[in-house]
């Protein structure tokens, strides 16, 4: 009787060490999936922040073209043209504020 006693403690002891040594590997893996996710994320915003702080620099270079364009600007100071002239097929404007952002 004790010693079928001692072998099913002796199995649950094994059976329990085997469930701890899971338990933690499972742990680790999961530290390890998070700290990887973490470090991507990371990057993300550390490019995030750089695409912001450019745009916000463009944008400032457009609204110092702006301002120093509209007391220039004739399409502000004189009357709106018609319609048709607008909306005209053959008509084609070419942007005169070029962006260093596409400029090759």
């Given amino acids: 009787q004790d ?3 001692d ?3 002796v199995q ?8 701890a040594q899971k338990s933690r590997l499972r742990q680790t893996h999961k530290a390890d999936t998070l700290h990887l996710e973490s470090e991507d ?5 550390a490019a995030l922040r750089r695409e912001i702080k450019q745009l ?3 944008m400032k270079h457009f609204a110092s073209m ?4 509209e007391p220039l600007c004739s399409i502000l100071t004189s009357p709106p043209p018609p319609p048709e002239v607008l909306y005209a097929t053959h008509s084609f404007h070419q942007p005169h504020i070029s962006s260093p952002r596409f400029q090759h």
């Fill in 12 to 19: 649950r002891r094994e059976k329990n060490r085997i469930a």
């Fill in 41 to 45: 994320l990371e990057r993300q915003n």
């Fill in 3 to 5: 010693s079928s006693d």
């Fill in 66 to 69: 702006l301002s120093s364009h």
């Fill in 56 to 58: 916000t620099e463009e």
């Fill in 7 to 9: 072998m099913r403690k």
